[in-house]
């Protein structure tokens, strides 16, 4: 007799043999939310830290590789050394006026021009040309100043003091600073003498061998007491 009973039930599991031990698995518990908070608080200062480093190091690498090494002392005294050196070489010029006798005017080889006392004038890399003109040997930009004092006065035209710039010996003159003052023969005591002064100061761009004299009207009003009249200049 064949047993056509069929069931779809599982075999019962076979039960654990008492001599094998099984390891029992535990959780780990999980990390508070206060630590989790205070690692990234240090994650973000490490990065940010990072960052600042970085900034740092860029900026001083760029201007180290601009500027170079700092000046040490003895450099910026070499400096300082040269710098001084190369001003006490600049062209300059301080001319005093020529207390000389001016009745010889008619007969000056530049009548009205002031002449200036070479000898007791200060002159440094400016050369002159008949005590009257001073000529320029390095070109440049110079600062070109004049004072002249008159002690008299002149009753039909001011009293006038002019620069006067030619290109070479025999250039054609003309006028780069002039000035005017007036002295009134009817005012004040006779026995104060009276006094008036043109002062001017302009910069002047000169090329080599031009030429700078100082012309007035009347070489007898002007006043030639040490210091009253001077002409100088100095290249910038």
């Known amino acids: 007799m064949i047993n056509t009973y069929q069931t779809s039930l599982a075999p019962p599991p076979v039960p654990p043999r008492l001599s094998r031990s099984h390891p029992v698995l535990i959780p780990a518990?999980?990390?508070?939310?206060?630590?989790?908070?205070?690692l990234v608080r240090f994650l973000v200062g490490v990065v940010l830290l990072h960052l600042f480093l970085s900034a740092g190091g860029f900026i001083y690498l760029y201007y180290y590789?601009?500027?170079?090494?700092?000046?040490?002392?003895?450099?910026k005294a070499a400096f300082l050394?040269?710098?001084k050196q190369e001003t006490s070489y600049?062209?300059?010029?301080?001319?005093?006026?020529e207390q000389q006798s001016h009745t010889a005017q008619k007969s000056a080889l530049f009548?009205?021009?002031l002449p200036w006392a070479?000898?007791?004038?200060i002159r440094r890399n400016i050369n002159y040309y008949h005590k009257s003109w001073l000529t320029?040997?390095?070109?440049g930009d110079y600062y070109v100043y004049s004072r002249v004092t008159f002690s008299k006065g002149d009753s039909q035209r001011p009293l006038?003091?002019?620069?006067?710039?030619?290109?070479?010996?025999t250039g054609e003159e003309k006028n780069v600073m002039q000035a005017y003052c007036n002295l009134d023969d009817h005012s004040g005591s006779p026995s104060i003498p009276r006094l008036c002064t043109v002062m001017q100061g302009d910069v002047i761009t000169l090329e080599k061998g031009n030429q700078l004299s100082v012309w007035v009207q009347d070489l007898s009003l002007v006043n030639y007491e040490e210091g009253a009249t001077t002409f100088g200049m100095y290249k910038l």
């Open 29 to 38: 518990p999980l990390p508070s939310q206060g630590n989790s908070k205070s």
């Open 160 to 169: 006038a003091s002019i620069v006067k710039l030619r290109k070479n010996e």
């Open 81 to 83: 050394s040269s710098e």
């Open 90 to 97: 600049r062209a300059l010029a301080r001319m005093v006026v």
């Open 65 to 75: 590789g601009k500027l170079g090494n700092l000046p040490s002392a003895e450099g």
């Open 136 to 139: 320029i040997l390095e070109p």
């Open 111 to 113: 009548p009205g021009y």
């Open 118 to 121: 070479i000898n007791h004038s």
